[in-house]
């Protein structure tokens, strides 16, 4: 019997074939976008996953002005950060946060879906958003895809 056959195949950086996806925001709501689009950023629909490597693909998210969030989260929802003075606590609400810089937003929310260590770190850099539906990836080919297929 052939033992080489029962190996497992471990994917890493170089032998990962990554693509660029394009993914609309619009009437999406932030968690189940950010939640499958880091889905995407890691790689777990792909059959050679691998957990400790990145093996994803590259996502540019497009109108990211135009998402949604469900009850009562535009208003109630807070964003805080802390300046690194004393009484510097900030925060903003998720509307204001929408005005100011509607990418800030799902970056956020996808930030927090990625691991957190160097990996994670790293997989962010694959992710960019952009406020309108204009963005500066076309020479990458991206494909569209709808997330509503994406489980």
Wanted: aromatic share 6%; glycine share 8%.
């Amino acid at each position: 019997m052939d033992t080489l056959s029962y190996k497992t195949v471990s994917a890493n950086k170089e032998t990962a074939d990554k693509k660029w996806l394009l993914v609309d925001a619009e009437g999406q709501t932030v968690g189940r976008l950010a939640s499958k689009v880091a889905k995407l950023v890691r790689g777990k629909h792909k059959p050679n996953f691998t957990p400790h490597a990145d093996c994803g693909d590259n996502v540019i998210v497009i109108n990211a002005s135009k998402v949604s969030f469900s009850g009562t989260k535009l208003e109630n929802k807070e964003y805080v950060r802390y300046t690194g003075y004393p009484g510097g606590q900030r925060s903003l609400s998720a509307q204001e946060l929408l005005e100011r810089s509607p990418e800030r937003v799902i970056e956020k929310a996808i930030k927090g879906m990625l691991p957190k260590n160097t990996l994670g770190r790293q997989l962010y850099r694959n992710v960019k958003v952009y406020a309108g539906a204009k963005h500066k990836h076309d020479a990458q080919n991206p494909e569209a895809i709808n997330l509503n297929a994406v489980k």
